[in-house]
């Protein structure tokens, strides 16, 4: 059998956009091969993962690179460039933020050390992009981002990371519970949560999670399923019910109720009670009348 050619890999594949997730300036995920960047300057922050391959780029007058392990930071309004390390190039994935996460005290902590080795924070840098790219999950991904920040400015101000014990806080725990059931088919963003409860987001965040073991965000989609779960039993369809329950589309539904309950939306709903069983149901919205037959005249006198 004849060699097979080596797979040729494109030079470059680009996917840009910005998302409805509050301080997120541009999510920008690339791969290159033969391309350097020159000299530039950006206007917001540059938080950069590299993925496959690494990256050379100066900063400040230094030259610095981009481990598998490490979280890079580039300030905005500092000159900086980019090229591949290896032939093989690389692939990244890249948010750019506006000031509402880090302040332009950092930029001076940025410039002098910009390549933060970090796993737990490379991680949930990671998590973020995994949210940004699901259509209806912007609560996730600004959630995960606020602790993102959070650890941002503890190592930028030689903290080492939010190493500290989150501090319980009951009440506003339970504030913003109340807010989240307010809102279940609406939703809200986090931005607005702590406006209306005058909170930090990674103080709600991090409060919440402390107070009921799991994310403001898992909350509101395991709220939006409960309720998905009770009107596809009632005969909704899936489309009908992803709408009616706040999710951003059938695939959104599907995605998380297979999640939490292990079949998709259309499975459950065609399962049928055990012979001899008949449960008891409210009416549904989306019942579909049946007409009334009058069986009197079959009544046999006696």
Do not use: C
Not at 189 to 195: I, M, P, Q, R, V
Not at 230 to 241: C, E, I, T
């Amino acid at each position: 059998m004849a060699p097979q050619p080596p797979r040729q890999v494109p030079e470059q594949q680009v996917s840009a956009w910005r998302p409805r997730v509050p301080g997120v300036v541009e999510v920008f995920h690339a791969r290159f091969t033969g391309y350097a960047y020159p000299m530039h300057v950006h206007d917001a922050w540059t938080l950069l993962i590299v993925d496959d391959g690494a990256v050379r780029y100066d900063l400040g007058r230094h030259e610095h690179g981009t481990p598998h392990d490490t979280v890079s930071l580039l300030p905005p309004h500092v000159p900086h460039n980019g090229a591949p390390a290896t032939a093989d190039g690389f692939r990244k994935r890249v948010l750019y933020l506006d000031g509402s996460h880090l302040g332009d005290d950092l930029i001076g902590p940025a410039v002098d050390e910009p390549d933060l080795r970090d796993p737990l924070l490379r991680l949930r840098v990671g998590q973020v992009h995994a949210a940004l790219v699901r259509p209806g999950d912007e609560l996730e991904a600004e959630s995960r981002l606020a602790l993102v920040g959070q650890r941002l400015r503890a190592h930028l101000r030689d903290r080492g990371g939010d190493t500290a014990p989150p501090r319980r806080d009951p009440g506003l725990a339970r504030r913003l519970r109340e807010l989240l059931d307010e809102r279940v088919r609406e939703g809200l963003t986090l931005k607005e949560a702590a406006g209306l409860l005058a909170a930090h987001p990674a103080h709600l965040v991090r409060a919440f999670s402390t107070a009921y073991g799991i994310a403001p965000h898992q909350y509101l989609m395991s709220r939006r399923v409960g309720r998905a779960r009770r009107l596809l039993l009632d005969g909704g369809s899936p489309s009908q019910v992803a709408v009616a329950t706040g999710f951003y589309d059938q695939a959104h539904l599907t995605r998380h109720f297979r999640k939490l309950v292990g079949v998709t939306p259309g499975r459950y709903r065609a399962r049928r009670p055990p012979a001899g069983r008949h449960f008891a149901s409210t009416r549904s919205p989306f019942a579909v009348a049946q007409p009334v037959v009058d069986v009197s005249e079959n009544v046999q006198r006696q």
